[in-house]
């Protein structure tokens, strides 16, 4: 039976957003309420559509654990966001995935982590299910239900393509900035004619140093836009290994 891996960190905060509503009492009183029931029925929907569209199987949960192992590459992994309001109910949401669902969180590392160490180790058939664009990284079969019909498999090549389009890019919201001055389109130009996963690195490389920029500033970009695999984990010490060029 298919294993459906899902990004529980997208749903949760999107249930819990959907949830929150505005009430004004007037006299300029505004309050902001929302109902835990539902923010789960958001939840449970989106889990019982799963099937209807990708055939029998089954649900399992990730999410996002503390003390990202990134930010010892990069201290200001994501610092953007610290200020940033959490909505209501997302704690709750978290703790009511683990509890109801056994949804598998582990200290250090992202749900994004687990979804790519999961779908690159288990002999089960997998499907990720997220609308992150991170997760196009990962050699797998994946769902994106914001966009996607039906599941899409991604080959080792063009995880490793997206994955250098990643470090080239940057990602704002992830607050990495890639290389300077390159973008989406100047990215695929760089890459357009790497046959090789060693041909994807050398390119890159090669445009980090034009922008006389060192070697381990685009490997720094490298790990931490890396999504890990499976070959990227030790699972004996539950520690990272950070990606480096082979």
């Known amino acids: 039976?298919?294993?459906?891996?899902?990004?529980?960190?997208?749903?949760?905060?999107?249930?819990?957003?959907?949830?929150?509503?505005?009430?004004?009492?007037?006299?300029?009183?505004?309050?902001?309420?929302?109902?835990?029931?539902?923010?789960?029925?958001?939840?449970?929907?989106?889990?019982?559509?799963?099937?209807?569209?990708?055939?029998?199987?089954?649900?399992?949960?990730?999410?996002?654990?503390?003390?990202?192992?990134?930010?010892?590459?990069?201290?200001?992994?994501?610092?953007?966001?610290?200020?940033?309001?959490?909505?209501?109910?997302?704690?709750?949401?978290?703790?009511?995935?683990?509890?109801?669902?056994?949804?598998?969180?582990?200290?250090?590392?992202?749900?994004?982590?687990?979804?790519?160490?999961?779908?690159?180790?288990?002999?089960?058939?997998?499907?990720?299910?997220?609308?992150?664009?991170?997760?196009?990284?990962?050699?797998?079969?994946?769902?994106n239900p914001a966009k996607d019909t039906k599941a899409r498999t991604i080959t080792e090549f063009e995880a490793d393509y997206n994955h250098m389009m990643q470090t080239l890019c940057g990602d704002a919201s992830d607050n990495y900035s890639g290389c300077p001055s390159v973008g989406p389109k100047t990215a695929e130009k760089i890459l357009a004619d790497c046959k090789t996963s060693a041909d994807l690195w050398d390119a890159t490389l090669a445009t980090f140093k034009k922008k006389k920029l060192s070697e381990e500033v685009a490997l720094i970009q490298a790990q931490v836009a890396r999504i890990c695999r499976a070959s990227e984990y030790n699972f004996e010490t539950k520690e990272v290994i950070p990606w480096t060029p082979k």
């Open 1 to 143: 039976m298919t294993k459906f891996l899902v990004d529980a960190d997208i749903v949760a905060f999107k249930a819990a957003t959907a949830a929150e509503q505005p009430t004004n009492w007037g006299d300029g009183l505004w309050t902001l309420h929302a109902y835990e029931h539902d923010a789960m029925e958001y939840c449970l929907n989106y889990f019982a559509n799963l099937p209807k569209i990708l055939g029998e199987g089954y649900t399992s949960l990730y999410l996002t654990g503390k003390n990202n192992w990134r930010k010892e590459i990069l201290p200001s992994y994501k610092a953007n966001r610290d200020d940033k309001r959490k909505p209501m109910l997302l704690q709750f949401l978290r703790n009511w995935m683990q509890s109801q669902f056994n949804a598998i969180i582990i200290e250090g590392l992202e749900a994004d982590d687990l979804l790519g160490i999961t779908a690159t180790s288990s002999r089960e058939e997998c499907i990720i299910v997220s609308e992150d664009k991170d997760l196009n990284t990962i050699p797998c079969k994946i769902f």
